[in-house]
């Protein structure tokens, strides 16, 4: 058993489980096949993402061949995205993207928002300061994970959505650097 509780199956290393679940990832199920060439192409492009992401993951991690656990955590979440998708389930296998959206929709005013120069000036410099507060929460850890994303960008929905709620740009004075 590796530090962090993942299990190497008897018979194998953690490289060749690394290998099948890429190999896994990159086998498109049979049902996309049958799909027309838009969907094909995004499906194949998603399963893609997931190996690249977590060839990303393990290039950022110098010390990763000193733990075998990290390098089964990374397979298990290969297998966990495949997984995913297979599934239908709606989470996103580029959480990057996903974070990237949130960013964009918090930093967009819509010009009806804006009645001055002043109060644009003002709701600008609020959501600068939210997409900052997300940036340095997925950033906490010494690296930054899918789960990081994720919740920075659920963080960011949030503000957003309680902004609409009460009409005021300040509602989240904690953010302030």
């Known amino acids: 058993m590796s530090s962090n509780g993942r299990l190497v199956p008897p018979g194998s290393t953690p490289l ?9 990832a990159l086998t498109l199920p049979n049902d996309v096949t049958d799909r027309d060439e838009i969907d094909y192409l995004r499906a194949s492009r998603d399963h893609a993402r997931i190996v690249l992401f977590a060839m990303r993951r393990i290039i950022a991690d110098h010390e990763i ?11 298990a979440s290969i297998r966990d995205c495949t997984g995913q998708l297979a599934g239908a389930v709606a989470a996103a296998a580029d959480p990057y ?4 959206e949130a960013i964009i929709a918090t930093l967009t005013l819509s010009p009806v928002q804006s009645s001055g120069a002043k109060q644009y000036l003002e ?12 940036c340095r929460r997925a950033a906490e850890g010494p690296r930054i994970e899918d789960a990081d994303l ?3 960008a659920r ?3 949030q503000l ?3 902004d609409e709620a009460t009409g005021d740009d300040e509602a989240a004075p904690e953010m302030i650097p």
């Open 16 to 24: 060749r489980e690394l290998a099948h679940a890429i190999a896994g």
């Open 65 to 75: 061949e000193d733990d075998p656990g990290d390098v089964m955590a990374v397979a």
């Open 97 to 100: 993207s996903a974070f990237i």
């Open 123 to 134: 709701v600008a410099r609020q959501r600068a300061r939210r997409v900052l507060l997300a």
């Open 150 to 152: 994720a919740a920075a």
């Open 155 to 157: 963080l960011l929905g």
């Open 160 to 162: 957003s959505a309680s």
